[in-house]
């Protein structure tokens, strides 16, 4: 089993910034990508970006992509999401996940993702 952990929502205002961690814990071995996702009220849930833990590189939604970006500590299985120029419709509830296995397009996939976080609410203000 594995556990991941949300911290760092709040509620901020329209252009500042914010940094969310996730902590994994337990078989962490068996992580190949960690994700972030976030659901608005009354939205379905939705991608943000995922970083597999031996990857080069993150991957974003179109909708974040240049302001987010996603970044790992592997020592420490922290994976953070440092949020720049907020907008009022960045406001959602913020999940993190943990997948065993997932490929390319698959990783984008809320279901392909084995371990949920509680998530933590990150509320952009106008």
């Known amino acids: 089993q594995v556990q991941v952990v949300e911290s760092g929502g709040g509620l901020v205002q329209v252009g500042d910034s914010l940094r969310l961690s996730c902590a994994a814990s337990g078989r962490t071995f068996s992580i190949y990508a960690m994700g972030w996702f976030r659901q608005a009220p009354g939205k379905e849930r939705e991608f943000v970006g995922f970083?597999?833990?031996?990857?080069?590189?993150?991957y974003y939604a179109d909708s974040v992509k240049g302001r987010f970006t996603i970044s790992r500590d592997n020592v420490k299985t922290v994976m953070y999401l440092q949020m720049n120029s907020l907008k009022v419709e960045d406001t959602a509830v913020y999940y993190c996940a943990a997948a065993t296995s997932c490929s390319g397009p698959g990783c984008y996939d809320k279901g392909s993702y084995d371990y949920w976080g509680q998530g933590t609410q990150v509320t952009v203000s106008s």
């Open positions: 970083i597999t833990w031996s990857g080069l590189r993150p």
